[in-house]
Nanobody
Framework: QVQLVESGGGLVQTGGSLKLVCAAS????????WGWFRRAPGKDLTFVAA????????FYGDSVKGRFNISRDDDKNTVYLQIDGLRVEDTADYYC???????????????WGQGTQVTVSS
C-alpha cells in the first residue's frame, strides 16, 4: 500500500551538509507520522527525527539536535531531512519510516524505505 524511496545521501567532509529526501507513494501520506532512523555499520537502528501529522510537532535524537531538521510536504508526499554540521559519527545508512503514531523505537514503525548511505570523512 505504501512504498517509500530515500535519496540524497553521499560522501561529505566533516562540517558539510546534506538534504535527504523520502518520496512516498500511496493515498494516505497525510495520515502518517514520518521519521528517520539510521544504522551505523554493525550497530542497531537508532532514532534520528520524526514529524507529526500536519507538521504540528517534531522530535529529534539527542545526538542530532541543533544540526538536523525534519520537514514534510503533504502535497508532494515527501519528507525531508536537512543535515548540517556533519560529523564522522553520523556515518550510517539512513532510513525513512512511516507509522500511524509517533515512537522512538523502530520496532513500532510499519513502513520502511530501502535506505540511503551517508558517509562523513575527516
Amino acid at each position: 500500500q505504501v512504498q517509500l524511496v530515500e535519496s540524497g545521501g553521499g560522501l561529505v567532509q566533516t562540517g558539510g551538509s546534506l538534504k535527504l529526501v523520502c518520496a512516498a507513494s500511496g493515498r494516505s501520506f497525510r495520515n502518517y507520522v514520518w521519521g528517520w532512523f539510521r544504522r551505523a555499520p554493525g550497530k542497531d537502528l537508532t532514532f534520528v527525527a520524526a514529524v507529526e501529522r500536519s507538521g504540528s510537532s517534531t522530535f529529534y535524537g539527542d545526538s542530532v539536535k541543533g544540526r538536523f531538521n525534519i520537514s514534510r510536504d503533504d502535497d508532494k508526499n515527501t519528507v525531508y531531512l536537512q543535515i548540517d554540521g556533519l560529523r564522522v559519527e553520523d556515518t550510517a545508512d539512513y532510513y525513512c519510516a512511516g507509522n500511524q503514531y509517533y515512537s522512538k523505537s523502530f520496532h513500532d514503525w510499519g513502513y520502511w524505505g530501502q535506505g540511503t548511505q551517508v558517509t562523513v570523512s575527516s
